[in-house]
């Protein structure tokens, strides 16, 4: 028989000793010297010991429990079997597969009612306060934005709205979208609704899009390149308010440096304004204390660009999204600190192409189905 490291088996250091977690059980055990040792041995199939052998293999009871315990696999085996069909957690990597393993329940877990969270969120509240529910730059200059309700939501209907809804990738170069259209969209998107106000909490904020336990990860960053009546630059959507703040006013963003954190999308330069979203940690880690709340940021983020899309359809607007960012250009340009706040995602919206719209409404009455596609080197759909 041979035996090998489990692949699923993470190993960290913790306060001077290596831990060994195993996502799969929930389980997690320090290592003693003499395994942390041993396991080298075992970093690709080894011979484990047998019969005679075990008995003079000073290792061999230790080996054994380490089997045991499922730090090790041995060859042929229901564990090795299950390692070796990983289908694409194996594609996506350790981390992938760890986290998802780490936050998945299993069917015996206990979850509190929402009367035990409420009384343990009363209770602790004198010695942790909730943390504010939307970020502020007090500092930087505003641009006030026009109301929503100049620009309501009229024409076609839901269905078609739905119907309708693309993702665009050809833009009109040099377009500007209009401040007005810009304000509906924020207003949707992220702006405050309406204000709830729970006995012995603080008031809560009630959007257009659901947030777990209404605490309103998501901040919007506006990256403008092309906004009627508002300069280029970098701002933070304050939703209370309903204003634009300028947070780098010294900064300018082109459309090459917006191409380059957005992984070489040469697309993305085309846009009128790129909304970033982040997310703010402490603001949900406040309530829910277990990793499975990261799950959550993206769920949330899904519903802001699902709205975004809506909105900007329903306005003539031309919507994308995307995940492919370089985290860290961005994290500097913001000045985010990743520990606290997050970058997940990002919406772009501009004016479309004449010829996309034309390719568009060909396709909702009947024409050739067909993906939206820049049309260039990006794409491989051009020069």
């Given at each position: 028989?041979?035996?090998?490291?489990?692949?699923?088996?993470?190993?960290?250091?913790?306060?001077?000793?290596?831990?060994?977690?195993?996502?799969?059980?929930?389980?997690?055990?320090?290592?003693?010297a003499?395994?942390?040792?041993?396991?080298?041995?075992?970093?690709?199939?080894?011979?484990?010991?047998?019969?005679?052998?075990?008995?003079?293999?000073?290792?061999?009871?230790?080996?054994?429990?380490?089997?045991?315990?499922?730090?090790?696999?041995?060859?042929?085996?229901?564990?090795?079997?299950?390692?070796?069909?990983?289908?694409?957690?194996?594609?996506?990597?350790?981390?992938?597969?760890?986290?998802?393993?780490?936050?998945?329940?299993?069917?015996?877990?206990?979850?509190?009612?929402?009367?035990e969270?409420?009384?343990?969120?009363?209770?602790t509240?004198?010695d942790?306060?909730?943390?504010?529910?939307?970020?502020?730059?007090?500092?930087?200059?505003?641009?006030?934005?026009?109301?929503?309700?100049?620009?309501?939501?009229?024409?076609?209907?839901?269905?078609?709205?739905?119907?309708?809804?693309?993702t665009?990738?050809?833009?009109?170069?040099?377009?500007?979208?209009?401040?007005?259209?810009?304000?509906?969209?924020?207003?949707?998107?992220?702006?405050?609704?309406?204000?709830v106000?729970?006995?012995?909490?603080?008031?809560?904020?009630?959007?257009?899009?659901?947030?777990?336990?209404?605490?309103?990860?998501?901040?919007?960053?506006?990256?403008?390149?092309?906004?009627?009546?508002?300069?280029?630059?970098?701002y933070?959507?304050?939703?209370?308010?309903?204003?634009?703040?300028?947070?780098?006013?010294?900064?300018?963003?082109?459309?090459?440096?917006?191409?380059?954190?957005?992984?070489?999308?040469?697309?993305?330069?085309?846009?009128?304004?790129?909304?970033?979203?982040?997310?703010?940690?402490?603001?949900?880690?406040?309530?829910?204390?277990?990793?499975?709340?990261?799950?959550?940021?993206?769920?949330?983020?899904?519903?802001?660009?699902?709205t975004?899309?809506?909105?900007?359809?329903?306005?003539?607007?031309?919507?994308?999204?995307?995940?492919?960012?370089?985290?860290?250009?961005?994290?500097?340009?913001?000045?985010?600190?990743?520990?606290?706040?997050?970058?997940?995602?990002?919406?772009?919206?501009?004016?479309?192409?004449?010829?996309?719209?034309?390719?568009?409404?060909?396709?909702?009455?009947?024409?050739?189905?067909d993906?939206?596609?820049?049309?260039?080197?990006?794409?491989?759909?051009?020069?």
């Amino acid at each position: 028989m041979r035996l090998r490291i489990s692949r699923l088996s993470v190993f960290t250091w913790r306060n001077g000793t290596m831990v060994c977690d195993d996502p799969v059980r929930h389980r997690q055990f320090a290592l003693s010297a003499d395994a942390r040792r041993v396991l080298p041995r075992f970093a690709d199939w080894s011979p484990a010991p047998g019969g005679d052998t075990a008995d003079r293999d000073p290792d061999g009871r230790l080996i054994a429990q380490l089997l045991a315990a499922h730090v090790l696999v041995a060859e042929g085996s229901p564990e090795h079997d299950f390692e070796e069909r990983l289908g694409p957690w194996a594609e996506w990597g350790t981390a992938a597969r760890y986290f998802h393993l780490a936050t998945r329940t299993h069917a015996d877990e206990k979850f509190s009612t929402a009367a035990e969270d409420t009384a343990w969120l009363l209770r602790t509240l004198p010695d942790r306060p909730q943390p504010a529910q939307a970020k502020q730059y007090p500092d930087a200059p505003r641009v006030p934005l026009p109301p929503a309700d100049d620009t309501p939501l009229a024409g076609p209907g839901l269905d078609q709205v739905l119907r309708r809804r693309r993702t665009t990738r050809r833009f009109e170069r040099g377009a500007q979208v209009p401040r007005q259209e810009l304000a509906t969209l924020l207003h949707w998107v992220a702006g405050a609704l309406h204000t709830v106000e729970p006995s012995g909490l603080q008031p809560q904020l009630l959007k257009a899009s659901p947030s777990a336990g209404a605490l309103h990860t998501l901040e919007v960053y506006p990256v403008v390149l092309g906004v009627e009546g508002v300069e280029p630059g970098i701002y933070h959507y304050r939703a209370a308010e309903h204003v634009l703040e300028s947070i780098a006013p010294d900064r300018k963003v082109d459309a090459d440096e917006l191409v380059h954190w957005c992984g070489g999308q040469s697309y993305v330069g085309d846009a009128g304004v790129v909304l970033f979203y982040t997310a703010g940690l402490e603001r949900t880690a406040w309530k829910y204390r277990t990793g499975r709340t990261y799950r959550t940021l993206f769920m949330e983020l899904g519903h802001f660009s699902q709205t975004a899309y809506l909105v900007g359809t329903a306005l003539g607007l031309g919507v994308f999204f995307t995940a492919a960012t370089r985290d860290g250009a961005v994290e500097e340009a913001l000045g985010l600190d990743w520990t606290t706040e997050i970058l997940v995602g990002l919406n772009g919206i501009g004016v479309p192409a004449q010829e996309e719209t034309v390719r568009q409404k060909a396709m909702l009455e009947g024409g050739p189905a067909d993906f939206s596609f820049a049309g260039d080197a990006w794409d491989g759909r051009g020069a």
